[in-house]
């Protein structure tokens, strides 16, 4: 079940992004899209009701983060009317409830409060029905857990075109960050001191890294901060006209080019990788990175292309057929017809298996 | 981490408590950070309007009324909001719903039209016994409700879904992990999970009765070991109803503190329940009985009850999934699941060889009941035999 995931994800975001294109959080705009798109149909077919249940289950939580940050407000509202529609339209019976978990509840009731604010009672009306129909669980965790610690794990990607535009601030910049820098730094430093000529003093002819890097780093950004509260304090009280909601960025950040945001998304996949990284070995991974300044494609081909060690079987095969391979040749010529089989054998049977 | 901490600490440390309770993922996916049930299933009565999680529909009319009067709008426009944003326009009206669309835009109806394509292209044209047995169980409880109102499950009750791990024994086990998975409430002792637990191996008779095969059935080791333990969190919780019980981690407990681990407690478990525990969701914890049968247990949800779960209290736990296992049948009728094992049998194709009863008795057996020549015969219960 778990393969419909992908599919599921790029339905919603060409949903979703169909409805950011209107620029408005209507549900009279919302419901052409969703009808043109026939998504009742998501639900057809002959499936077993169990596996409906399953089906209907993934299709909500897969919903249900794009009613979350970081996404827009202009999508989270998409993402409630995505959810009421799943839920009105699934065909499992009794319906599957939408799960709810206690952590993002907080976020929940701030969306409300936002769309009220902001007199978008379409969205505080749907999101009133969903609870009073007893849609929700209220659950503690999105989705069910069962520990497969061995299946790999989907990547968690946020679609960056409806990301909040000021999150990536603060996302770029966080405490592990900081920190990181810091150590890069100071690493940095140590390097520089060890090669000068005097050692343990900085060379003055290579002395040319800013000392207060990572101070400097902070309050530019608690300064950007305090600018962004001032703006949504700003923008709320003028909120009456409808669409400028409080939760929503303000014009400014809309100057943002193209390039900004690939390099954004860039950085963003960048330090995904060296965060994960094991705590001994994620030194020396920064290191490599801020070398590359981060943006070298070369760079992130690297990272991306981590080689698994072979497969027993494909070593056996590299160490012993390949080196004996006239051997096997001359086997083959021996035992032709008989391996011929076996080969057309395999062959059909691959075919008759589903491939996802 | 203290395991049996008080549900109702009140008082001093109760906001940082608040928010070491709410879960979060320690590992993203997998599992989350331990918190304490009761604590969790408070913060979210205490978050929600009790209107919010009763089993009793709100009217919609009075729900109108009050989203009108807290949003201080006409009734005009909220007779306007309801026609717009009724869902029966979402639907797509009277279509059959068992056909997939085959021009779809949508990559899942696509991917779900190739799938079925195939299912059709396989020779079996039914739904595999897997799905209709497990739709018949979940049918089974969904909506339940009591006679009795006493027996009501309490609103705001804290429902676990707990999945039990068959113990790898076979080959077949490999890939697949098969479980079946169980629903229990918060105020449940984890004694009463032991019970509604079911593994052949407590089923297992012991010793070989090839010269008195009636005597068999009639101890079965469920009667004779009935000591066993959960582990959640660094906490053994030993089933001690029973005189005859014996805790049996505490022979783990002492290697442990012998050899440097972190030292382990022990408690009871017919004196803990649901809500006094301190578990991660999605961590695997381990259920031990007869000695050496270990199953993982994984806690894969916790959340309030809701109107359309099973309301008797009667039925927890729940089975609300079970894998369907493949039986052995009788190896002379091939159509009797087997419930003798024989070795060293002059009589049998291959040693060892599965017999069912009947087939057992007429083939080794005169008509006095005497034994027809030399074998060893065990008695033999197939994990299968629950289906």
Redesign the interface.
Known sequence: MD??I???K??FE?LLGQFQRTDSVR??NF?PI?RN??????????I????M?IFCRLALATAYQYFLPPYTFQIRVGGLYLL??LY??Q?AS??E?I?I???D?EEVMKFQQDA?NAQH??V???L??L????S??????P???????KKK??R?EVCEEFRERPQRVKDLISMDTLEEVMNVQQHYEKMKAAISATPGQLDSAINFIRKDLVSQLRSTMMEYHKLEEQQSRDTVPKSGDGDNAAGEGSSEQQECSQRAQLLASIKSKSYGHVLEASKSRRHRQVEMDTSGSGTDPSQLVLFRKKKRPLSLKARTKKNLIDKVGTLKQEATEFTGPGMMEENSKENSKKKRR?R? | MAAAASGGGAGDGDRADAQEN????EW?????KA?HVAA?GR??RE??DP???CYQD?E?DA?HAQ?AR??E?SEE?MEE??V??S?D????GD???????HD??????????R??D?KDSLRRDF??KQ??F??EL??LA??RRPMDPELLVPEGEIIL?V?VLYPVIFEAFKFCRHHMTLQVMGSQKLSELRDAICCVSDLQVYGEFSSTPDMAPEFISKDLYKSAFFFFEGVFYDDMRYPECTAISKSTIEWAKSHDFPTYRSAKMEETTFNDLVVK????YLYCHQGDCEHVV?I?????A???DCLDKNLYPLLIYKHRMLTRKCSVCNLYISRWLTTDDHLAPMDPCLFCDMCFRTLHYDKEGNKLGHFLAYPYVDPGAFN
């Open positions: 393969n419909y992908q599919a599921l790029a339905d060409e549900y009279e419901l969703w798109l026939d998504f009742p149909s998501l639900f057809y077919g002959k077993v009701p169990n596996e249940r009421y529609g009105h339209t065909l009794p319906k409830k799960r978990a206690l952590k509840w009220a009672y379409d505080v009306y749907i009133r029905k609870l009073s129909e007893k929700f669980y209220f659950a503690a965790m989705k069910q857990l069962n520990y497969q610690s794990p989907l968690n589903f996802w | 709410v879960p979060t993922y993203e996916d997998k599992n989350t918190f969790f913060l979210w978050k929600l209107a919010l999680y709100t919609e729900e989203l807290e949003l709008l426009t909001l309801r717009i944003c869902p326009s979402l639907t797509g279509v059959r719903t068992d056909v997939v669309p779809s835009s949508l990559k899942t109806v696509r991917l779900r039209k799938k079925q195939y739904p595999a799905d209709v497990a739709s979940e049918n969904i909506g879904t999945n969701i999605g961590y695997p994984i894969t949800d916790i959340r309030l809701h109107r359309d």
